[in-house]
């Protein structure tokens, strides 16, 4: 089907470029860069930008760099650039399971991990990585550089701190301390593409403990504090498990829609919480354990 | 109107496109390669899958305009000077009825084939699960891509 909207198409290849069009048009200026989600916002008529800037020939925007105290996420990286990492599995493996869970091969070829978080939706799979690892959003905008944590920067549903005349650079993702590992999980209706019906995402560090976040269950994703609070300093038993259940009801705020009730999220949420906890802790300990598995589908 | 010039299957095409035409609408009706169908016009269905640089992307969610420069493969390449061994063994294992999302498996598979010559049935699963097909239950074109790679590892 053909857009029937009309843009101008920019294809700039530097940020002064990009930072004038965005100066320029404002609001009215849609950034490109997979297009996954731009595309089919412009063609169903949720988007009516007059001007569409292409940053894929920006030079000075960057792809995946791994640097010795984090990681730093481009905004012309994929996803299917992230997976292909090794160190990124080894290091930082909640946020490869993350990417790995994001739609299908041909739109993780395109998709961007900073595309994801602009567009902002509920659903979006790299929000509990990020906000697990404390990550720092990069911005560039007419009066220069800011920084803003991942914490910070959803606002509502498909609302970013995001001004009009910035763009995201990148994201800054510092390597978590001591031993660590992580998971994430991802209920769908059906193995394979789909969107989440909840997330989880679990970070389990010797120093730190266990960080939490989930996204789907309420306008925004956000940590799951409380339950940290409780778990922190504690060995994992049974009963801790319970008590940390308990308290799922009163971190998330699920709607029903088109892919599952509130209810139904509301005790999977639970049960996401029991089997990450679990697997965090054997992967700990050196097991095997794909997450894909673990919610069956 | 922007002209652009980009490698179609290992030709080179110049064209004039406006900035809200789609590729896949371009390729189908300004250039007449008519693999890459519309199903779902939102990237859930993987029928309109195309190759840009060597990666399988969803030819309904790029704009005509990103290709300028870029290389752009569709099944009518992948199929010079004939018919890959892959594309054999769909044949011969009847993995097609209608042939609708023919092309994009087709596409999906010759990629994952390419950087993981032994998938296992659980990485074909993955590796497929853009591309939707109402006829079959995916089995014969899983029986296929194993049976492909399974006659590699004998030699």
């Known amino acids: 089907m053909a857009i029937a909207h009309e843009f101008e198409y920019f294809r700039p290849d530097n940020l002064k470029e990009v930072l004038n069009l965005l100066k320029k048009y404002g609001d009215k200026a849609r950034i490109l860069a997979g297009g996954t989600d731009l595309t089919v916002y412009i063609k169903e008529g949720l988007e009516h930008p007059e001007a569409v800037i292409d940053i894929k020939q920006v030079r000075e925007l960057k792809s995946v760099e791994v640097q010795t105290d984090g990681l730093y996420i481009g905004a012309k990286a994929t996803f299917s650039d992230i997976l292909s990492y090794r160190e990124i599995k080894k290091n930082y493996l909640l946020l490869w399971e993350s990417a790995r869970s994001v739609a299908s091969v041909g739109i993780r070829n395109r998709a961007t991990l900073i595309g994801n978080i602009c567009s902002a939706v509920p659903s979006l799979d790299s929000a509990p990585a990020l906000l697990c690892y404390n990550a720092v959003v990069h911005l560039l905008g007419q009066r220069g550089e800011r920084a803003i944590p991942i914490t910070d920067w959803f606002v509502a549903p498909r609302i970013t701190a995001k001004q009009p005349d910035e763009i995201v650079l990148g994201v800054n993702i510092p390597k978590p301390s001591g031993k660590q590992t992580g998971c994430y999980l991802k209920l769908g209706r059906y193995g394979g593409e789909d969107l989440a019906q909840a997330g989880l995402g679990v970070l389990y560090s010797e120093r730190f403990g266990f960080r939490l976040a989930y996204c789907a269950v309420g306008p925004i994703p956000k940590r799951a504090e409380k339950i940290e609070k409780l778990l922190q300093g504690k060995t994992l038993t049974d009963a801790l498990i319970e008590k940390a259940k308990d308290l799922v009801l009163s971190e998330i705020s699920p709607i029903t829609d088109i892919r599952s009730g509130k209810e139904y999220r509301m005790h999977m949420c639970q049960i996401m919480l029991q089997r990450g906890l679990l697997a965090c802790v054997d992967r700990m300990n050196g097991k095997q354990v794909d997450t894909l598995r673990i919610l069956g589908g | ?155």
């Open chain 2, 1 to 155: 109107m922007a002209k652009i010039k980009f490698k179609l299957n290992d030709e080179f095409r110049t064209i004039d496109v406006q900035p809200n035409e789609v590729l896949l609408d371009v390729l189908r009706d300004k250039l007449g390669v008519k693999s890459p169908k519309c199903g779902c016009d939102r990237g859930d269905c993987g029928a309109c899958a195309v190759m840009i640089n060597g990666k399988s992307v969803r030819s309904c969610l790029v704009l005509a305009v990103e290709v300028d420069v870029q290389e752009v493969r569709t099944l009518e390449g992948i199929s010079k000077p004939k018919l890959t061994k892959l594309q054999k063994a769909f044949i011969e294992f009847n993995s097609f009825q209608c042939g609708y999302c023919a092309p994009g498996v087709i596409i999906s598979a010759t990629e994952l084939l390419e950087h993981n010559p032994k998938p296992d049935l659980e990485e074909i699963k993955e590796a497929l699960s853009g591309n939707l097909c109402r006829c079959t239950g995916y089995k014969p074109i899983f029986d296929a891509i194993l049976d492909v790679t399974h006659k590699e590892k004998k030699k």
